[in-house]
């Protein structure tokens, strides 16, 4: 099992960034596809990023929702074992709770992910 811990979450103005992280422990993220998801009140849990993987740790593919498609990227840094969102020109509509999530290989849906972190809270004023 890898641990996942979010952080970076806060208060921004439309318009404004923010970079999430994810650091892992417990494993070397390297052969881990790694997602994030964020949850806003009163909906389900959707897909937001992932940073696909094989199992021998080659990068396979980088994919995003429609709504975050050239605002947000996902970026990994295997040595430090970290995960990133860099989320830009943030809208209220951005605001949620964001989960980092992991699992070792391809998943084979967007949500085939069995590692989460406990969360990092978006809000997003006008």
């Known amino acids: 099992q890898v641990q996942l811990a979010e952080t970076g979450g806060g208060l921004v103005q439309t318009g404004g960034s923010l970079r999430l992280s994810c650091e892992a422990s417990?494993?070397?993220?390297?052969?881990?596809?790694m997602g994030w998801f964020r949850q806003a009140p009163g909906t389900e849990r959707e897909f937001v990023a992932q940073?696909?993987?094989?199992?021998?740790?080659?990068?396979?593919?980088?994919e995003y929702t429609a709504s975050v498609e050239g605002r947000f990227t996902i970026s990994r840094d295997n040595v430090k074992n970290t995960v990133y969102l860099q989320m830009n020109n943030l809208q209220p509509e951005d605001t949620a709770v964001y989960y980092c999530?992991?699992?070792?290989?391809?998943?084979?849906?967007?949500?085939?992910?069995?590692?989460w972190g406990q969360g990092t809270r978006v809000t997003v004023f006008s």
């Open positions: 940073s696909t993987t094989t199992w021998s740790g080659n990068l396979y593919s980088t």
């Open positions: 417990g494993r070397t993220i390297s052969p881990y596809s």
């Open positions: 999530a992991a699992r070792a290989g391809r998943p084979t849906t967007r949500d085939d992910y069995d590692n």
